[in-house]
Every structure is written in C-alpha cells, then in structure tokens.
C-alpha cells in the first residue's frame, strides 16, 4: 500500500504537537488507541526515511513483523502457547500490519492476537496445572527436542498437552536430577532419607511454582501497552538488531546505563517466592540515611509520591527497579514487611547513586621479574549530562597514569564482554595509545564518510601494549581493538569479537517530561543511522575483529555473535584512511607467529577448543527423559563443563597487586558488602587463565624490544 508522504523533520515536529493536543489519557498515561496509531506512524516513517538501510515496510516486511512477533510473545519463545490454528486465523493480517505502519488502516494486528494469547494463556495455566498435579515416571524411552528453530506451533489441543507434558517433564527431571545428587552428598538424616518418590514430588512442586511466578508475572506485566510495545520493538528490531523502542522508563534505563549513575534508594534487591527483597543497605544512600530499611525487608508496594502505590508481589528485580528509580529529588513510597511481620510505608527521597563498580580500575601483575599494568574497562561509559561526569577516557587515562608510577614495563587492556558505550570516548581512548591520526570511518545512510579523529599529538604510553577481546566485545570496544590492530600499535589476544558495526542515535517522541533529563512523554527510538568502518576500509559488521593471537575460550562455538541474528546489516567495506602505523624495534609478525604456534600447541586449548564444541553440539540436540540415560548424558556434560572451567583457571595464583591508592576501597571500604565485592574480583582475576596468557605475550614483547634494542647498541 502507499505510505503516506512527508518527510520526517516535519512529521516529527507536527507528532510532538499532536501529541500535545491529545493528552487526554487519565493518571494511569495509558495510550489511546489514537495516541498508539500517531506512534506507529511516526517510528514507520522515521524507519523508513532516516534508518542507515531501512527495508521498504511492504507486505513482505509485514509478514517478516507477523512472524517475529508471534514468538516474542512472553512465554511462548519455544511455540508452546498458540496453536496452529490460531497462527492460521491471525494469518488475515500478515500483509496488513504495513498498512497499520502507515495509517491506513487501524490497529488490529495486536488487538487479535492479545485475545488469543489472553485465551490461550488461561488454558495453559490449566494445563501446566493438571500435567504437575500427577508424577511423572523416568522410566520410558521419550525424548523432547529443545533447538526452538527446529520447533513448529502445537497442531492441536493433544499436540499442545503433549508438548507441555514433555517439556514440564524435562524441567522436573532437571531438579530430580539435582535433588538425587543433593542426596548422595547429605550429611543430614532429613536429606539423606528422603525417598525417590519424595524427591520426585519436591522437584514437581518447584516447577509448579516457577510457572506460577512465570504466569503470574504475565498477568501482572504483560499489559496491553507492553504487548503494544513490543509490537513496536519488532518493528525496529527487523530493520537491525540494534535500533530499538524504548518507552520513557526503558529510556531512563538505557541513559542510566551509559552514564553509570541513577537515582534511587541505595539498596541492593534481590527476588525470593515471588517477593522483592533487600539484600543489602549501600552507606551514605536514601535507604541508608532514613534509618528505616534493612536487609531482608520485603517490599511489597512502590508509590510514586501520592499517587496509587503498585502492587510489585510477582515482579521480578528488574521492573521493581524500573518503579523504585526515577528523576532526582523525587519522592518514592515503599510499603514494606520486616522480619519481625510488621507493615510500614517509608517515605525516601531520590538520590544520586554512582555504579562506580563499573569504572575502569587497575591492578600490578609482578611476573618472572617484570611489572606489567593491567587495565579493566568493562564499558565505554559517558555521562554528558555533566561537565565533571565520569567519562571512561579520562579514567583510563587515571589508570595508566597510576601504572606509570608503579613504573610497569607493559599494560594489558581488558575489553572482554565490554559490550560499547561512547563512540567519542573511544575516539579519546585510542589517542592516549597513539599521535595525531584517524581512529575510525563514519558513513550515513546517503554513503557520506567521515573520519573521526584524535587531533592530540601527544602519547599518554608508548610501551608494549595488548588487548584482550572475547565474542562479548562489541562496537566502541571493536572501534579500539581494530585501531589498535590497524596502527600495530599493540597485540590483539582472544578470540572474535562481536561483530556490531554500526552507530545509533536517539530520536525523542512526545514532549519533554522535565527541563534537564532529555526524556520525552513517548520515549525514544533508538535508531541506527550510520556504519562505521576501520581505518583500513573494513567493517567490524559481522566479522568483529579477529585477534592477532587466537586463543579459545568457552563461548567459540555459542551462537550469542551478531552473524547469528537474521536481521543483522551485512559486511562491506570502503576506501582506507590514510594513516601511519607504529614502528615497533622488534620483528611484530615473527613475535605473533610465535605466540599463535604456541597457543596452537598446548593441550590445554587443544582439549578446551574440542570440549566446547562438543558442549554446543549437545545443546541442539534432542534430551532423552529417561533417567538413567539423562544422568549419564548429565554427569557427562557436568564433567566436560567443569573440565572447561579448570582449564581456565591457573593452579597458582598469579601475583597481582591492588595500587597503594586503591587499597581503601578494597580492604577499608565503608560499604562491607562492596570492598567484598571488589576482594572477590580480585581473587578471580588471580586465577584468569586467559590474562595469564596475555601477560606472557606482553612478557616476550617486552624482550623482544631489549633484544633488539641491546642488538642495535652492540
């Protein structure tokens, strides 16, 4: 159908007043259902129009929303709540839902199918119900196949039953398992006692209770304007993986993110038989400063200043936080159990809380004689709210002023499961490490480029340098690495990155909600707009970096890596930038062959490598429900999953030494449960296999540059 026209600028701008003059929702802001069809119209366009490579929403792009949408439903990721009959009767919107996105036709996709799933739902709760009120005997030779894409919807009611049968089965026989191993262990008479038949009823009754909280939740969350969310999220997501709806309290959440700080109690929460519960009280915090709060209260109601207080039993942590967190200065009112039963509702105002456990910190590795720094970022943070608000650049730089003066002979940067943040900061980033000179391409949807670069000729280190990359390092971390590497600054050691290559923005939808926040009455999408591309003209997109020192680790052969997302952009590439890569004093390429010849042939890697392709392998394929060949596949997975985790972690210790400045904050820290936190920390990077490893390459550069250098003078 044709698509309404008007380019997006406008339609924006007459959307913010529309929406103005459409505020008649009541105090619960529930959207009317004209208010939900301007916010379709206005994110289509906005796909379409602004999206870096936006597909056309036609009917083929209708059908591809049907689909995704189907199985995003809660609960039903492994087809087990529709019938096939029910995906046949919603089959009259496959090719409308683009008509929806472009105003012609009214809403109705989801409607539909809210009243199906609503139907569906309450006869599965039934089902589940009835199947775990009977026991199940381990005794047959059946089977359930797990890999959901090899998974169609139930052909009926029976097909249904027995999907559920089988699945319900599987989960009960997972915690019979445990129980069974629990019991051979026991010390405890009340334990060790327990009969198979007990045991049988106790791992039933464990599942019944996590499909009740896992129904419950639905209930109570999955409201219409979540369902009309996520309707909206499978829009965005088909265009890419990464462009996104975010309603205002998910975009809180995504600036909180990236600034590492937010606005709360100071309490750290936990969920335990369907009840939000503190675990513990941070100092100096909201919680802390009311003297009202302690460990192992329940909260049982969030209230919005003196507004209608919400019922959060059933909630799990991540939406208790959503309520609990909100605009500084604000008032939060939690109705809470103590210990002792006693019922109170505690009035707190608001405050600042800084996830500083998540800034860039640094450790001395003392090995065979040398001193090297290593450095861990676990995110490319940026609060630009604040002109003094943390920016991950300038603590690194903090860091490696701090290993300067413990006069390290190498660093090591650890980027492993650093998922991105800033692409500016990465641009400050790189610069410390190297003079005036490109870090990264930038390329819009009209394939305009633009070089980003570090205009500082100045070098914050020039010593041996190595970073360390894994499958969980993704875009700004990506845009490091692959500098680095393309520079031969220093010596990239993992394995592949993640491979995301492209760069979003926010777009605001609605009015503002306050003068400061930047968040608006509808939210935001978070839209894709550019590429960007290394300096050597390649994209990180699906490929990611490769390290120049391959070593393999537990998550090789997962599918968790962009390639393994359909909806994701493809690999290209572009003209070079023109750059000048470091001069090393030693024979780089020689040194990497040497390290890759290494790794290549310790059996430790060799044994690991096979270990976890084997595991990857069994995840897909289908699970016997038969006890006793369950718990001999069991003891046989356990065995390879806990073989893995001992290849990895070294027997001793390395030395690795806390700087004199930081050692308050891991031995005196006000706040006990956090200086544990960071000890905790500590003791596992002392035993990481993989900085060890790391450690040795930047040890031999680190020779090899006296080598040379003593060859030189000689």
């Known amino acids: 159908m044709k698509t309404p026209k008007g380019i997006v600028v406008a339609l924006l701008i007459l959307f913010g007043v529309s929406f103005v003059a459409f505020t008649t929702f009541k105090a619960k802001n529930d959207l009317t259902i004209t208010q939900k069809q301007r916010l379709l119209i206005a994110i289509g366009q906005l796909l379409e129009n602004e999206h870096y490579s936006p597909q056309k ?50 809403i109705s996709f989801v409607p539909a199918v809210s009243t ?23 005794t047959s030779n059946d089977s359930i196949v797990t890999n959901v894409d090899e998974l169609d919807f139930p052909k009926n009611e029976a097909d249904k039953k027995d999907r559920w049968y089988k699945k319900l089965k599987y989960i009960t026989l997972t915690r019979y398992y445990d129980l069974q191993n629990q019991r051979e262990k026991a010390t405890v008479d009340s334990i060790k006692n327990k009969t198979d038949k007990q045991l049988e009823e106790e ?54 993110m990236m600034s590492n700080r937010f606005y709360g109690i100071g309490a750290q929460l936990t969920e335990s038989d369907g009840n939000i519960k503190i675990v513990s009280i941070q100092n100096g915090g909201a919680a802390w400063k009311s003297g009202q709060l302690m460990a192992n209260d329940i909260i049982l109601k969030v209230g919005q200043g003196n507004a209608e207080p919400v019922d959060i039993t059933g909630y799990d942590v991540t939406d208790a936080v959503k309520l609990i967190r909100g605009d500084k200065g604000t008032e939060v009112r939690l109705t809470v159990k103590h210990p002792d039963g006693s019922i109170k509702v505690v009035s707190l105002i608001r405050s600042e809380v800084v996830l500083d456990e998540s800034f860039a910190r640094s450790l001395v590795l003392n090995q065979n004689g040398k001193k090297i720094g290593y450095i861990y970022l676990p995110e490319f943070y940026a609060d ?51 003079g005036q000179g ?77 003068n400061f926040s930047g968040r608006t009455e509808y939210g935001a999408v978070k839209l894709t707009f550019q590429k960007f591309y290394r300096i050597n003209g390649g994209s990180t997109q699906l490929k990611g970096v490769t390290p120049d020192v391959v070593i393999p680790d537990l998550y090789d052969y997962m599918k968790m890596r962009e390639k393994d997302n359909p909806s994701a952009l493809p690999w290209d590439e572009i003209a070079k930038a023109t750059y000048q890569t470091w001069q090393d004093n030693y024979d780089r390429s020689a040194l990497i062959q040497k390290e890759n010849a290494a790794i290549q042939a310790d059996t430790t ?89 790391s450690a040795k390459v930047v040890s031999d550069m680190i020779d090899a540059s006296k080598t040379q250098t003593a060859w030189k003078r000689h």
């Open 57 to 106: 929403i036609n009917d083929s792009f209708s059908v591809k929303v049907f689909n995704k949408y189907l199985t995003d439903m809660w609960a039903d990721d492994d087809k087990s709540i529709f019938l096939q009959k029910d995906i046949e009767s919603l089959k009259k919107y496959a090719t409308t839902i683009d008509d929806e996105i472009h105003g012609t036709m009214p």
């Open 116 to 138: 199906i799933y609503n139907m569906r739902v309450a006869e599965t709760v039934d089902l589940y119900k009835s199947i775990l009120s009977k026991p199940f005997t381990f």
């Open 203 to 256: 791992a039933r009754q464990s599942v019944l209770r996590t499909e009740n909280k896992i129904f419950e939740r639905i209930k109570v969350k999955f409201s219409d304007d979540e369902r009309f969310n996520l309707f909206l999220n499978t829009i965005c997501n088909l265009m890419d993986p990464h462009t996104d709806y975010f309603p205002p309290v998910e975009k809180r959440e995504f600036d909180e």
């Open 384 to 434: 630009f709210e604040r002109a003094n608000g943390s920016r991950s650049s300038d603590d690194v730089a903090k860091e490696v002023k701090k290993l300067k003066e413990q006069k390290v002979d190498g660093i090591i940067l650890d980027l492993r499961f650093n998922g991105g943040g800033s692409l500016y900061e990465v641009v400050q980033m790189v610069g410390l490490f190297i």
């Open 438 to 514: 490109p870090v990264v391409q930038v390329r819009d949807k009209d394939g305009n480029s633009t070089v980003l670069t570090d205009r500082d000729n100045s070098i914050l280190y020039d010593g041996p340098l190595a970073v360390m990359i894994n499958e969980g390092s993704a875009s700004a971390s990506e845009i490091f690495a692959a500098a680095i590497q393309d520079y031969k600054r220093g010596i990239i050691i993992g394995s592949r990155s993640y491979g995301k290559g492209t760069v979003q923005k926010n777009v605001p939808l609605g009015k503002p909600l306050d």
């Open 605 to 693: 890697f060799s044994l690991l490598n096979a270990n976890t392709k084997w595991l990857a392998q069994k995840t897909d394929a289908p699970v016997q429900l038969n006890y006793q060949t369950f718990k001999k596949d069991q003891k046989q997975i356990v065995a390879t999953a806990e073989q893995d985790n001992n290849l990895i972690k070294l027997k001793t210790p390395m030395d690795l030494q806390v700087l004199p400045q930081d050692k308050d904050t891991y031995y005196n820290n006000p706040d006990t449960a956090k200086g544990k936190r960071y000890q905790d920390w500590l003791k596992d990077r002392t035993k990481d296999m993989y900085i060890y490893q």
